[in-house]
């Protein structure tokens, strides 16, 4: 028998991760952990001992450990990272500690309750040289990815919109909070927004409102009008208790410019018309794992190549800053701009006690500008 003198590519090791937190989100990343050849469970991490282990029976780990603290997992374990899938109050302290033990983490959205901790997070991962990215799964749509290369191959964009009607009984804490449809859910649209100009917001005029209808106790329904970078506009106009003719959980979106427009259904392929060049036209969507498994294979390709994810905190920040300058021109009932969140923001997160490190690093920087966009190559 011949032997070939063709080197093969070696095998690559899957990631031991240790996933915090087995409620219902937790769940199901633990199927989609078990359905990925690129990480293994080592350990799974919960307050409650008996949830953890019925989670990881009936996803198939019944070997792995369970604990209620990431210090009893990390050093029998030999993980090598953190999946955080808490609660948002919880991201904080789980991330610094993971960062800190030299572990990088993939955590849910949002990266933080407030914009002041998101911004102590961005400290934590650089004073600590760990990754930490925030999972923002509905950017890893394969449709998605298709109407942004029209926008982009559309030319400059003037208009940027957004429908979102859903009428969802959750029950729990969503229909007791002040701001349930800008709090909880905008921030996936907001976020595509961004993704979708490629620019980043200046600032934003927000109506909320609760119809006479809704199940909700806090405003159910939102209208903003956000300026971005170059003079874009995204106009978001959403509801959760708009029962029948739903849009998709992604929204409906329209994107405008000089050479056309561009439709996108949030679920199936996007359509676009260019009167005056024909050659632009719809392409097959690309095939690459969708939402939380598109989180997944970007982190783990972050830390085998280096490369930058697109959900790094950093720039995440944005993202939530939308949010919580949406719900403060509801309340003030002005215009506000996304620098005066971010400034005030990173005032708050300098005063409230941290560990030396992470005030060390928050004192070195030059303004939160700084921080947030040079760092992120912007």
Request: with cysteine.
């Amino acid at each position: 028998m011949t032997q070939s003198n063709v080197s093969q590519p070696e095998a690559v090791a899957p990631l031991r991760v240790i996933q915090v937190g087995a409620g219902g989100m937790g769940r199901a990343w633990l199927a989609t952990i078990a359905a990925s050849d690129d990480v293994d469970l080592v350990g799974l991490v919960d307050l409650d001992l008996a949830v953890a282990r019925a989670a990881a029976d009936a996803a198939g780990f019944t070997p792995v450990p369970v604990a209620t603290s990431l210090t009893e997992l990390m050093d029998s374990t030999r993980a090598q990272a953190v999946i955080n899938v808490t609660v948002p109050q919880a991201h904080l302290p789980v991330n610094v500690e993971a960062l800190f033990a030299g572990l990088p983490v993939l955590c849910e959205k949002p990266a933080a309750p407030t914009v002041a901790d998101a911004l102590v997070m961005v400290a934590a991962a650089e004073a600590s040289g760990r990754l930490l990215m925030i999972s923002q799964s509905r950017r890893y749509f394969n449709h998605l990815l298709e109407f942004k290369r029209l926008a982009d191959r559309l030319g400059p964009v003037g208009s940027l919109s957004c429908e979102f009607f859903k009428g969802p009984h959750f029950g729990g804490f969503r229909e007791t909070m002040p701001q349930p449809l800008l709090v909880d859910m905008a921030i996936h649209q907001f976020d595509l927004a961004r993704l979708l100009l490629g620019a980043e917001p200046v600032a934003v005029y927000c109506e909320t409102y609760n119809p006479s209808w809704s199940w909700f106790g806090g405003d159910a329904a939102a209208t903003a009008v956000f300026e971005f970078e170059g003079g874009a506009r995204f106009n978001y106009h959403g509801s959760w208790c708009s029962p029948g003719l739903e849009t998709s959980w992604n929204g409906s979106w329209r994107v405008s410019t000089a050479a056309g427009s561009a439709l996108w259904d949030g679920d199936t392929p996007p359509v676009v018309e260019a009167p005056d060049d024909p050659s632009v036209q719809v392409q097959p969507s690309p095939t690459g794992p969708e939402q939380i498994a598109g989180s997944l294979a970007e982190f783990v390709g972050a830390l085998r190549t280096g490369a930058t994810p697109q959900g790094v905190v950093r720039a995440n920040v944005l993202s939530l800053a939308m949010v919580e300058a949406a719900v403060r021109s509801a309340d003030t009932g002005r215009r506000v701009m996304i620098t005066e969140v971010l400034e005030g923001a990173y005032a708050e997160a300098r005063q409230a006690p941290q560990d030396e490190r992470i005030r060390s690093e928050l004192n070195g920087w030059s303004s939160v500008a700084e921080a947030l966009s040079l760092r992120a190559g912007r």
